[in-house]
């Protein structure tokens, strides 16, 4: 089972190019998050959704975009990307909505921003 | 607002040694809780929850947390360590409704 599949694993951008990290799920849940982890920070919640056609910012949203395409696929993008920027970037999944129950998470993708 | 504190940044114990990582919450209601565990370069697992009940709880690789309400604490216990076992833990908690709030991560080192 593939579980949470995020892409690219890597990426450098400069400052100011835009890019779009893709995650997608195959265990059919209804919630998906996307979070990012820096060092002595743990994860902070970029953005969520609930369920398919909700989204909703958490701790840092600033900065990012996201779509929930369909169930299985929810994308974060970056329009003009800035060095604080640069983190390992989580996409996870839940299928308890409301509940803040087990996230499945993906392999991360780590962002560098010259 | 939900806080989660994990007041060690690394932790190394000898393999076979027993094992406790702090994690202090801060939270109005009862609250869900929850380790997780990072593999280098790997994604978060989950290793145990809270929900209600016992508050003792087991978890995946012969790992427990005990829940203590008047301390507001969930550590998580482990009677002896595998050199496997060095990882980055995490304490997180959420409530119904509500996201969960991880904390800022405790670094185990296994020495042999």
């Known amino acids: 089972n593939a579980g949470v599949t995020q892409t690219p694993k890597f990426q450098v951008l400069k400052t100011g190019q835009s890019m779009t990290l893709q995650c997608a799920q195959d265990?059919?849940?209804?919630?998906m998050y996307w979070y990012r982890q820096d060092p002595g920070m743990g994860l902070r919640l970029i953005y969520y959704s609930a369920s398919e056609g909700t989204t909703d910012k958490g701790e840092v949203p600033n900065g990012y975009n996201v779509s929930r395409l369909n169930k299985r696929e929810f994308s974060l993008r970056l329009e003009s990307a800035a060095p604080s920027q640069t983190s390992v970037y989580f996409c996870?999944?839940?299928?308890?909505?409301?509940?803040?129950?087990?996230?499945?998470f993906g392999e991360g993708s780590r962002l560098t921003v010259l | 607002a939900q806080s989660v504190t994990q007041p060690d940044i690394h932790i190394t114990v000898s393999e076979g040694a027993s094992l406790e990582l702090r994690c202090n919450y801060s939270?109005?209601?009862?609250?869900?809780l929850f380790w997780y565990v990072q593999s280098p370069g790997q994604g978060l697992q989950l290793l145990l929850k809270?929900?209600?009940?016992?508050?003792l709880v087991q978890g995946i690789k012969g790992f427990e947390a005990e829940f203590k309400r008047s301390q507001s604490s969930f550590n998580l216990r482990k009677p002896s360590v595998h050199w496997s076992d060095a990882a980055e833990y995490f304490c997180a908690v959420g409530e119904y409704g509500n996201k969960l709030v991880f904390g800022a991560g405790t670094i185990l080192r296994v020495k042999s």
């Open positions: 939270y109005g209601a009862t609250p869900y």
């Open positions: 996870a999944s839940s299928g308890r909505a409301g509940v803040p129950g087990e996230l499945f």
């Open positions: 809270y929900f209600s009940g016992d508050t």
């Open positions: 265990m059919n849940h209804n919630s």
